[in-house]
Every structure is written in structure tokens, then in C-alpha cells.
Nanobody, 122 residues
Framework: QVQLVESGGGLVQAGDSLRLSCTDSGRTFTGYAMAWFRQAPGKDRELVSAMSAAKTTYYAESVKGRFSISRDTAKNALYLQMNSLKPEETAVYYC????????????????WGQGTQVTVSS
């Protein structure tokens, strides 16, 4: 089965960059839409970026121009490059996957990682 694991989170200062990674040790991402969600304390989980199996991408309006989602098929990995990070983007970031097409709602995704903490200081 799909087993997703995130890594790359940490403590950074506002304006810094960070790259998150998501890997599936059990199988490839072929045929899956993949996404990055984030959830801050007391807030709902929100979609940050997503990529369909056909490499169509989606970005939340708040991160357009600063974040970039990518997939490395050979390494069976999904990445989220985050530039110019803001304190309000402090959250646990989750990797998620689903069969077939890209969706923007968290409950449309079937597979989830455990999350990686990103903390952005002022």
C-alpha cells in the first residue's frame, strides 16, 4: 500500500527558503495525484499545492510565485520548494495522494503522511 513520509521541515526565518520532500517507500506515484496541505494550530487543513498524474499543477493563491511543486519519478519523490516564507505559514505540512485526478479538498485524498513541522520566525 501507499506509505507517504514527509521530511525537510524545520525552523527558519522570514524570507528564507525550504524544500519539503515526500517519499513513498511502498510503491511509485504513477497514476496518482499528489498534494501538499498545511495545518496551523486551531485552523483547518488547507491545500497549498497539488499535481495530477499528468503533471497539471495547482497553487493556492497565497503561495503563487513563491512555492513550486515538483515530482521526481525516478526517485519516487514529491517536493515542495518554498521561497520567501512568511511567519503565518508556520504549520504542519502534509503530503497526500489519491488515485486519478487532482482535487482541492483534503477529504478527497486517501493517503497521507505524518506531517513535517515548518516554523517561520519573524
Amino acid at each position: 500500500q501507499v506509505q507517504l513520509v514527509e521530511s525537510g521541515g524545520g525552523l527558519v526565518q522570514a524570507g528564507d527558503s525550504l524544500r519539503l520532500s515526500c517519499t513513498d517507500s511502498g510503491r511509485t506515484f504513477t497514476g496518482y495525484a499528489m498534494a501538499w496541505f498545511r495545518q496551523a494550530p486551531g485552523k483547518d487543513r488547507e491545500l497549498v499545492s497539488a499535481m495530477s498524474a499528468a503533471k497539471t499543477t495547482y497553487y493556492a493563491e497565497s503561495v503563487k510565485g513563491r512555492f513550486s511543486i515538483s515530482r521526481d519519478t525516478a526517485k519516487n519523490a514529491l517536493y515542495l520548494q518554498m521561497n520567501s516564507l512568511k511567519p503565518e505559514e508556520t504549520a504542519v505540512y502534509y503530503c497526500a495522494g489519491r488515485l486519478s485526478g487532482l482535487r482541492i479538498r483534503a477529504d478527497d485524498y486517501d493517503y497521507w503522511g505524518q506531517g513535517t513541522q515548518v516554523t517561520v520566525s519573524s
